[in-house]
């Protein structure tokens, strides 16, 4: 049994003594159980102690004819903070009230007889889920209020070597060059340094190069004296002087045109500048990051970027990894983005079907997280329910469950059970070979114990595999 299983509290809840007690015995071995036999005995544990999965009877006394004392306990589990998941216990014929509490927030169902490895896998799961709540309303907490670094979600090695040195940059002054694919957010983490620095009381002034029309795009970044074109009525500060004091973001700056980008050179070189149409040098105190996603030194040598410029921009440079290179971090932003969404649209906080998460996972993600954070958001608004399952994802994220490249050995996959023996025995050496071998983190990303693991080790004779 693993430390994080270890720790996991199943609440039981179901009327007939022998059904508590083989699934007590069921999952014992990996879990803390807890038993009750009508709601109110469940919802006072509920308040009293921490409880991560309930199993819950939904025909429960004193009113066995219906299924209310069962959705009153869906409902209870629903209230906690996270949201405990409840796995509804049913009979062949009580499959319709188990779907009605499905779409009323239940996890999911078996039924009887049970099959053990079933209800510990399908705990197993349920487990995971609220442990990925947790961590998100922990971030949440974090986030509420802060500024900086803090609101940066992911704690993969690809992101937290990238954080290592934004901030030991954020404190000085120095020009930064952001690197990386669209959508990585390159304007959180140039605001992150900013609201780190010590000019995070000035101005942070974005601007983006590309949505700018190319005649406006010297006037805008360094403004304009009256007269100094047709219909300058007035003299305008340009986006350097509103950043005096503060930082300066231009994005996209490998679309800005070689005359912008000499005027460019020469505030680095000397924090002045004239405005069009003006003759008085304007002084400033700037901070400049720029970001792009293309390769400026690709650009120097096909002459459409300056290479001075390029080496004064390029002081401390900094790439962002594509979300595919940071996939551990997939869980976490998949569900900070549908918090966030149904605060938008005043929706509850939403759950995340495990079939979900590893499908985002699997994905390759050319949008990077903005795509991932549109894709929350529609999900969120096209789910009717609080649980967001895969029913409503894009086709192109349904074909995404890597195949093993090995050839098994051989399995008689005829039969039924021969077919199913050969995907478990596939879905091990994958995992295992993904996890270097590691036992726990093989059983973590199959959603199972590890003692189930290694009784499955020990059936399919893997035991070299670690």
């Not at 409840?86 to 239940?106: C, F, H, N």
């Not at 996890?107 to 510990?120: A, I, L, N, R």
């Not at 300058?232 to 005096?244: M, V």
């Amino acid at each position: 049994m693993s430390e994080a299983e270890g720790n996991v509290t199943v609440l039981v809840v179901d009327d007939d003594n022998a059904v508590r007690r083989q699934l007590f015995w069921a999952l014992n071995e990996d879990y803390r159980v807890l038993e009750a036999a009508a709601r109110e005995e469940a919802v006072e544990l509920l308040q009293r102690e921490q409880i991560d999965v309930v199993l819950s009877d939904l025909h429960l006394p004193p009113n066995v004819d219906d299924i209310s004392e069962g959705l009153a306990i869906v409902e209870a589990a629903r209230a906690q903070r996270p949201p405990v998941p409840v796995i509804v216990i049913t009979g062949s014929a009580s499959k319709r009230a188990a779907l009605e509490a499905v779409r009323r927030g239940a996890y999911g169902f078996f039924e009887k007889p049970f099959d053990p490895e079933e209800v510990s896998h399908l705990v197993t799961q349920a487990a995971r889920l609220r442990q990925l709540e947790g961590e998100n309303l922990r971030l949440r907490s974090e986030l509420s209020g802060q500024k900086g670094f803090a609101h940066l979600v992911g704690e993969s090695r690809a992101l937290e070597k990238i954080m290592k040195q934004a901030r030991a940059v954020a404190s000085t002054s120095a020009t930064v060059l952001l690197t990386g694919e669209n959508g990585t957010g390159k304007e959180m983490l140039a605001l992150a340094i900013h609201e780190e620095s010590p000019r995070a009381s000035g101005p942070f002034i974005a601007v983006s190069c590309a949505a700018l029309p190319e005649a406006l795009i010297e006037s805008e970044l360094f403004g304009y004296e009256r007269g100094a074109f047709t219909g300058a009525l007035n003299s305008k500060k340009g986006r350097f002087e509103l950043a005096d004091g503060g930082t300066i973001f231009l994005d996209e700056i490998g679309e800005l045109t070689q005359a912008v980008q000499v005027k460019l050179l020469r505030i680095l070189q000397t924090p002045s500048f004239v405005r069009l149409g003006g003759t008085k040098s304007v002084e400033v105190d700037v901070r400049l990051i720029a970001a792009t996603n293309r390769d400026l030194e690709e650009e120097v040598k096909a002459g459409r970027f300056r290479e001075d410029l390029f080496y004064r921009l390029n002081v401390v440079p900094l790439c962002l990894p594509p979300l595919r290179d940071r996939r551990e971090d997939i869980p976490l932003l998949s569900a900070h983005f549908a918090s966030k969404a149904s605060e938008k649209h005043g929706r509850t906080s939403p759950t995340l079907d495990l079939k979900l998460v590893e499908a985002l996972q699997e994905y390759e993600w050319p949008g990077n997280v903005r795509e991932l954070e549109n894709l929350m958001e529609r999900l969120l608004v096209l789910t009717t329910g609080s649980h967001l399952g895969v029913e409503f994802l894009p086709e192109k994220m349904l074909h995404t469950v890597p195949e093993t490249a090995e050839a098994d050995e051989a399995t008689d996959e005829a039969t039924l059970g021969g077919a199913i023996a050969a995907l478990k025995r596939r879905m091990i050496v994958a995992a295992l070979q993904r996890e270097g071998g590691n036992r726990v983190a093989a059983a973590r990303r199959l959603g199972i114990s590890r003692s189930y693991l290694h009784r499955l080790i020990n059936e399919f004779n893997l035991g070299d595999s670690d």
